[in-house]
């Protein structure tokens, strides 16, 4: 989006500048103008998408130009900014089409939040409800992890989703060493102790970018900081995860804390992950009971069994009856290639597409999405830059 800067203040451009030039996709400042009568004589060849508007040395004989300037570019859309608003210029402003009034001293969250508005309502982008899928392990050791973020990966390559991986571990999470070698700039607790800048822009900055719609955002990474994170900082995180993703993934590990439990409450599913021994069985009943006493209906739980084995002692309908709830996936036991990818960070479905991990995880995305994900529409092939006839 290319936006016109009115002002006299170069500090003021220059933060509009920046904050403009970290969204996704970027506001670029391509001309500035030095006041209102200089905005209105010197009118730019090409339009702008965006003019934002200092009007805070705006006379009173200066309000009948902004009048001017929306017939100048009656396509754009207006920010105007003033430290003292007078009526009669805002009337003027409204006018003209100026929906978006900001007061400075700027508040780089309402700066983001009134472009988001406006991004929505010219068609840059849209306002997305996302869900909320909760990963969680009945028994240490389970696979929820490598499933959680490996299923990531594949709702945002195979059914092309736009995906958020939130690391719930309280301490030692590792999950963005699943899918990348990257090193993360920015923790949940991080973003936690600034909860106060939580937007769109901020929240895609402090990401592990896995591709172009899959990011991962990493667990605080200090055991000291987890006193600093609270239950509200968890439904502000996810009110904006929401707004700007179709499906938020939460590796809630093991633990059941505050914040984990905010994360439990607000998810849309939650899929405890076991797999087919005694010892998952008993934890995974424990579980279960505490969720059915948190009130969470019976529909919301969806049951996965990791590293599955047809012939064995213990048969799915014999965990089915003991846990009272019905498998709803099943994830085969293929070792070496969980193994291999885990040992080098990349994802499974990118390392290795004969998996049946891999094939059962895009039944899963077909599952979860209720869209089918033929095979005849070559996703796997363009997943790994291959045509048939280079089989």
Request: charged content about 25%; overall charge negative.
């Amino acid at each position: 989006m290319k936006a016109l800067m009115i002002s006299r203040d170069s500090q003021l451009h220059a933060e509009v500048a920046a904050q403009g030039s970290a969204r996704m996709p970027a506001v670029q400042v391509v001309a500035t103008r030095q006041g209102l009568r200089d905005a209105v004589e010197r009118v730019l060849a090409e339009p702008p998408d965006l003019v934002v508007f200092d009007a805070s040395d705006v006379a009173p004989e200066e309000a009948e130009l902004v009048e001017r300037l929306g017939k100048h570019y009656p396509r754009a859309s207006y920010m105007m900014l003033t430290r003292e608003p007078q009526q009669d210029l805002l009337i003027r402003a409204m006018r003209a089409g100026m929906r978006e009034v900001l007061p400075l001293p700027l508040v780089h969250r309402a700066f983001h939040e009134a472009m988001d508005r406006i991004e929505i309502e010219t068609g840059v982008a849209h306002m997305r409800d996302g869900k909320a899928l909760a990963f969680i392990s009945c028994k240490g050791g389970s696979g929820a992890t490598f499933l959680a973020t490996n299923f990531g990966y594949a709702l945002a390559v195979l059914a092309e989703r736009k995906v958020l991986l939130i690391d719930l571990h309280g301490q030692f999470g590792d999950a963005t060493l699943y899918v990348s070698d990257q090193k993360p700039a920015m923790t949940l607790s991080d973003i936690c102790a600034q909860i106060g800048r939580m937007d769109g822009a901020f929240l895609d900055s402090c990401l592990v970018h896995v591709t172009p719609n899959f990011g991962v955002l990493a667990a605080a990474d200090d055991p000291h900081q987890l006193s600093d994170m609270k239950p509200d900082h968890m439904d502000a995180i996810l009110r904006v995860a929401r707004q700007h993703y179709d499906y938020i993934v939460l590796d809630v590990g093991r633990q059941i804390d505050a914040i984990s439990l905010r994360a439990l409450d607000s998810a849309d599913a939650i899929y405890p992950v076991l797999q087919l021994a005694l010892p998952d069985i008993r934890d995974g009943r424990r579980l279960l009971d505490i969720f059915r006493s948190l009130g969470y209906p019976g529909e919301r739980i969806r049951l996965i069994v990791n590293r599955y084995e047809r012939g064995g002692k213990l048969r799915l309908a014999d965990l089915e009856q003991a846990l009272g709830a019905e498998v709803m996936h099943t994830v085969p036991n293929d070792y070496l290639s969980a193994t291999d990818s885990v040992n080098q960070g990349v994802p499974l479905l990118q390392l290795s597409r004969s998996s049946p991990v891999a094939r059962s995880l895009a039944d899963l995305v077909e599952v979860v999405t209720a869209r089918r994900i033929p095979e005849s529409k070559g996703l796997f092939d363009r997943l790994f830059g291959r045509s048939d006839a280079e089989l």
